[in-house]
């Protein structure tokens, strides 16, 4: 809780706070321009914002830079900082005398103030949260028919988010989105991968094709395998027999050739008609055989020189015709080689049948890969339509919890502030819109009630730490419904903060009421500041 | 191949086949040529037929008439 801010530019230099409500109140002529709304911003600049820097910088070109001193108390333990309008995004952490321990970054402080005051949610910044629910005038979250708007331009579907995780019921939309943009990615990059040709683009139509197509892929296969098996063994007992009667007959041939070869040598040798010395061997046989005829002996080598000269043609014809011969059956013995080496290459039947099968199996699997690919497609497809409509479905439920929840909790409220019966402002929303009023009522005053209505709501429903209302808001308030709106914010264990005036228009009870509560009078004679540049002749304390 | 054995068969000895040759040149003297002729379908091929010639000139039983250019059978008494 906020309990003390010290400003040597107030003129009141200490404004000690409460918990509960907290009110700046101004003169019963409502004076202008007296610091009410300025207070209630410096107290927005103290739990974070920037607004007084932005949209109050009058009062810096006036004053010059200034420093808050400020405590906040929680339960038993107090924090002393220091914040300047010179440096604002930095907040100096102090000791108990406002001696500066450490600069820590705004964020870094509104993280301290979201733990301290036990309000951390998923996704959700402390200022999303407090600086909503103070509406001051001069930020832009005053309209009173968009009670959830933080900024003018902020889209509906936004708001709805942040209210939905002020509920803390954002946290289960969130991973149902986060699945469906996980999936959604993912059909993304199979789209984007089909259409860079990474992956085979496949329709309905490729797909069943394909499918009737694996069908047929698998019959053959299976039609393949068997034929296999039986083939395999005919092959190989065809074979070894016929191969084996072709060797024999290349074996009778390869003898046939070597008949012709010797046949050949002889012819050759007949035809060079060589002399062969045999005397010394003949000498030798006549000392066994004495009758032994050597004269006739020696006389066969001029015989046969004489009867292979005449018959020289004929050797010669028979050469020719020996080699012939040789080159016919070396032919023959070729061709059988051939024969039997084709016969056996017929071995490799088996090794084509599993080229065909492996050809017919990367078929299938590649036709199987390509279904597969539109099958994934087609499961992403219906796991994102299912999951979206779930999304739909769980966000109806969610949103339609969230706003009876408030609905109910304005109706109480309202009870309290008009006693008369009078309807309660309701909160509809329908996916990314919503509406927020009163049935037949279109009122000025209530509708700003119902502004404070709905504020009280989220303080007692949440874990809202404080919400602040400036002049604007409750001026508008008819007076009895406003006494019972400070009864209730009087009743508030939270902090509210409040600017009002002319107490003695209200009742007594209701005035007493606010006094008790009031952390700061302001007037014409008594500014929030000691410099006053709103009127040409400046005061000075 | 001369006379027959164990792989030679009588008939494909030389012994056999210079009966053919005994049988044309008892008749008339035959020319080398002629007779080769005559006789070449139970040869084996021309140089068996040599070989037989040479085998029944060294026998005695044939000579060579260098001027006719004729074989001659020679005749002998078996008495």
């Given at each position: 809780m906020l309990k003390q801010i010290i400003c040597d530019k107030f003129v009141q230099k200490e404004i000690i706070l409460d918990d509960g409500l907290n009110a700046v109140?101004?003169?019963?002529?409502?004076?202008?321009?007296?610091?009410?709304?300025?207070?209630?911003?410096?107290?927005?600049?103290?739990?974070?914002?920037?607004?007084?820097?932005?949209?109050?910088h009058d009062a810096i070109d006036h004053l010059g830079h200034h420093e808050f001193k400020f405590l906040f108390e929680f339960a038993d333990e107090k924090l002393y900082f220091i914040r300047?309008?010179?440096?604002?995004?930095?907040?100096?952490?102090?000791?108990?005398?406002?001696?500066?321990?450490?600069?820590?970054?705004?964020?870094?402080?509104?993280?301290?103030?979201?733990?301290?005051?036990?309000?951390?949610?998923e996704d959700l910044t402390f200022r999303n949260i407090v600086g909503r629910y103070f509406r001051i005038y001069g930020k832009e979250n005053l309209n009173e028919r968009k009670p959830i708007q933080y900024f003018e331009k902020e889209a509906a579907a936004n708001?709805?988010?942040?209210?939905?995780?002020?509920?803390?019921?954002?946290?289960?939309?969130?991973?149902?989105?986060?699945?469906?943009?996980?999936l959604t990615d993912e059909r993304a990059i199979l789209i984007e991968a089909a259409k860079k040709d990474l992956i085979p683009r496949v329709t309905k139509t490729i797909f069943n094709k394909?499918?009737?197509?694996?069908?047929?892929?698998?019959?053959?296969?299976?039609?393949?395998?068997?034929?296999?098996?039986?083939?395999?063994?005919?092959?190989?007992?065809?074979?070894?027999?016929?191969?084996?009667?072709?060797r024999?007959?290349?074996?009778?041939?390869?003898?046939?050739?070597?008949?012709?070869?010797?046949?050949?040598?002889?012819?050759?040798?007949?035809?060079?008609?060589?002399?062969?010395?045999?005397?010394?061997?003949?000498?030798?046989?006549?000392?066994?055989?004495?009758?032994?005829?050597?004269?006739?002996?020696?006389?066969?080598?001029?015989?046969?020189?004489?009867?292979?000269?005449?018959?020289?043609?004929?050797?010669?014809?028979?050469?020719?015709?020996?080699?012939?011969?040789?080159?016919e059956i070396e032919k023959q013995i070729l061709i059988l080689d051939d024969t039997i080496n084709s016969k056996l290459t017929i071995q490799n039947a088996p090794k084509f049948a599993?080229?065909?099968?492996?050809?017919?199996?990367?078929?299938?699997?590649?036709?199987?890969?390509?279904?597969?690919?539109?099958?994934?497609?087609?499961?992403?497809?219906?796991?994102?339509?299912?999951?979206?409509?779930?999304?739909?479905?769980?966000?109806?439920?969610?949103?339609?919890?969230?706003?009876?929840?408030?609905?109910?909790?304005?109706?109480?409220?309202?009870?309290?502030?008009?006693?008369?019966?009078?309807?309660?402002?309701?909160?509809?929303?329908?996916?990314?819109?919503?509406?927020f009023n009163t049935y037949g009522d279109t009122g000025t005053g209530t509708a700003f009630a119902n502004l404070v209505t709905f504020d009280l709501a989220l303080l007692d429903l949440t874990c809202l730490p404080a919400i602040a209302h400036d002049l604007p808001l409750l001026k508008n308030i008819e007076n009895l419904a406003l006494e019972n709106i400070v009864d209730i914010y009087s009743k508030s264990r939270?902090?509210?903060?409040?600017?009002?005036?002319?107490?003695?228009?209200?009742?007594?009870?209701?005035?007493?009421?606010?006094?008790?509560?009031?952390?700061?009078?302001?007037s014409k004679d008594k500014l929030l500041f000691t410099k006053n540049w709103k009127q040409d002749n400046q005061t000075n304390a | 191949m001369i006379l027959p054995n164990k792989l030679i068969g009588f008939q494909d000895s030389i012994i056999a086949k210079m009966i053919y040759i005994l049988d044309a040149v008892s008749l008339e003297d035959q020319s080398i040529s002629s007779l080769y002729n005559k006789v070449k379908n139970n040869f084996e091929d021309i140089n068996?037929?040599?070989?037989?010639?040479?085998?029944?000139?060294?026998?005695?039983k044939v000579e060579f008439n260098e001027k006719a250019q004729v074989i001659t059978y020679v005749k002998t008494d078996n008495l």
């Open positions: 109140v101004g003169d019963d002529i409502a004076s202008n321009s007296i610091g009410k709304s300025t207070l209630l911003m410096i107290i927005d600049f103290l739990f974070g914002g920037e607004d007084y820097i932005k949209k109050n300047t309008t010179n440096e604002y995004k930095f907040i100096a952490v102090c000791n108990d005398r406002y001696e500066i321990q450490k600069r820590i970054k705004v964020e870094e402080y509104t993280n301290l103030l979201q733990e301290k005051y036990k309000c951390r949610l708001s709805i988010i942040v209210l939905l995780k002020l509920f803390d019921k954002f946290k289960i939309i969130k991973e149902f989105e986060e699945q469906i943009e996980k394909n499918e009737k197509r694996i069908v047929e892929l698998n019959q053959q296969l299976e039609a393949l395998k068997t034929e296999i098996i039986s083939a395999s063994a005919d092959i190989e007992a065809l074979i070894s027999k016929e191969v084996l009667s072709l024999k007959e290349k074996s009778t041939l390869i003898t046939k050739v070597n008949v012709l070869k010797n046949r050949l040598i002889r012819t050759q040798t007949n035809l060079k008609n060589k002399n062969i010395n045999i005397q010394p061997e003949l000498k030798q046989l006549l000392n066994y055989f004495p009758s032994f005829n050597v004269e006739q002996v020696e006389k066969v080598d001029s015989f046969h020189e004489s009867i292979t000269k005449i018959l020289k043609e004929e050797l010669l014809w028979a050469e020719k015709e020996v080699k012939a011969e040789i080159l599993i080229d065909k099968i492996i050809e017919l199996a990367a078929q299938i699997n590649q036709l199987g890969d390509e279904n597969g690919y539109f099958t994934k497609k087609e499961n992403l497809d219906d796991s994102i339509k299912s999951a979206t409509e779930n999304l739909d479905i769980l966000k109806e439920k969610v949103l339609d919890e969230m706003c009876s929840q408030i609905n109910i909790k304005m109706h109480e409220i309202n009870k309290q502030i008009y006693i008369d019966g009078r309807r309660a402002p309701t909160l509809n929303i329908h996916g990314n819109k919503y509406t939270k902090q509210v903060f409040i600017a009002i005036d002319k107490l003695s228009s209200y009742s007594k009870d209701t005035a007493q009421l606010i006094e008790s509560c009031k952390v700061l009078q302001l | 068996q037929y040599i070989l037989a010639l040479d085998v029944l000139f060294t026998l005695e």
